[in-house]
């Protein structure tokens, strides 16, 4: 069966330094990936998606960028944190190739930029 | 681009008694509605989807209702528990073959109490 892990569970960094969170699925072959981010009370936004090694696509401009180096890995990344990029961050995976299946997340990430 | 509103933000029912939950879309190329469940601190989870040429979906006490025409979908929990509470999302979808592109509306805090 597939499983998706990814960490870290909770971020605490200052504002100005850098930000890598990571995220990996396994038993499947080339999902579809997907990051989202969740403010406080509000609905999932989608921030990026890849549908295949080094294919990234970014849905909002933001001081945030993704990487997909390997099949079933996508990283989330920014060089400097900026307060607003405080939130619950999602990553998601999809069979690919495959047209409207279901999404599946991972645990998430809850990060605090203080 | 695609636009979910979803009402009620919150809703407060009785043990028991049924549920609703309401979305409208404005794409009309969006011909995939999930639904998912988001327990506190946790990840999203799918707990029904319909596609465009269905009318109505029922997966035991969970039923969604799609009209295309009108542009809306509805979210049904009936006989409702108190381990129904949680936030519960919207999205929608136009057609993509490589993947899904979901948009999600701003979620439903339901509270069922005992």
């Known amino acids: 069966s597939q499983t998706i892990h990814q960490w870290p569970a909770t971020l605490v960094q200052p504002v100005g330094s850098p930000l890598s969170l990571e995220c990996t699925v396994e038993g499947t072959s080339n999902p579809n990936l997907y990051w989202y981010r969740q403010a406080a009370g509000r609905g999932l936004q989608l921030l990026f998606y890849?549908?295949?090694?080094?294919?990234i696509s970014s849905e909002v401009p933001q001081n945030l960028s993704a990487s997909r180096p390997q099949d079933r890995q996508f990283i989330l990344s920014s060089k400097k944190l900026l307060l607003s990029d405080s939130g619950f961050y999602l990553c998601?995976?999809?069979?690919?190739?495959?047209?409207?299946?279901?999404?599946?997340f991972g645990n998430g990430t809850r990060l605090t930029v203080t | 681009g695609e636009n979910v509103e979803q009402h009620p933000s919150t809703l407060s029912v009785q043990e028991g008694d049924s549920a609703v939950i309401k979305c409208t879309y404005s794409?009309?190329?969006?011909?995939?509605f999930p639904w998912y469940k988001q327990e506190l601190g946790k990840r999203p989870q799918l707990i029904i989807d319909?596609?465009?040429?269905?009318g109505e979906k029922k997966d035991q006490r969970i039923a969604v209702t799609l009209n295309k025409t009108a542009k809306h979908f509805s979210l049904h929990i009936t006989e409702t528990q108190p381990e129904d509470s949680a936030v519960y999302f919207c999205a929608a979808s136009p057609l993509w073959n490589a993947g899904n592109m979901l948009t999600f509306g701003g979620g439903t805090r339901l509270m069922v109490k005992p």
């Open positions: 794409d009309s190329a969006s011909n995939y």
């Open positions: 319909i596609r465009s040429n269905v």
């Open positions: 998601a995976w999809s069979v690919g190739g495959q047209g409207n299946s279901p999404l599946h």
């Open positions: 890849s549908v295949g090694i080094g294919q």
